[in-house]
């Protein structure tokens, strides 16, 4: 994973996972190396990440070295992006998302 593909996002993995979505809005994205769709949504989370700079957290977990992450929150199908709110999952989004409706859909946890 090279560290330019995900500029925008923080990547988690069992470690700094809870002390990362403890507190704010986050939206995480669970994606693996090898998904085509994946693929399709890191620039648009990147672009995300650049917007929501100080508004919210943009965090990545690989469900290939984070499987037990993927387990807890159920994650079947990928890219799923589910978004936290002080560690709740609140809402959960499975397959590429375009820029709009990420920010539509954050927007309510932001109060905006």
């Known amino acids: 994973m090279a560290d330019k593909e995900h500029k925008g996002a923080l990547i988690l993995d069992e470690k700094n996972f809870d002390d990362t979505i403890a507190s704010w809005v986050t939206i995480v994205d669970f ?14 989370l990147n672009q995300f990440a650049d917007m929501m700079e100080w508004k919210m957290k ?7 070295e984070n499987p ?43 109060g905006e």
């Open 31 to 44: 994606w693996a190396e090898w998904c085509g769709p994946c693929q399709m949504m890191i620039p648009v």
């Open 58 to 64: 943009v965090a990545k977990v690989n469900v290939d």
């Open 68 to 110: 037990n992450l993927a387990a807890k929150f159920r994650v079947m199908s990928i890219p799923n992006l589910i978004i936290f709110k002080d560690w709740k999952p609140v809402e959960q989004l499975v397959w590429v998302q375009p820029l709009d409706s990420l920010e539509k859909i954050c927007g309510k946890y932001l």
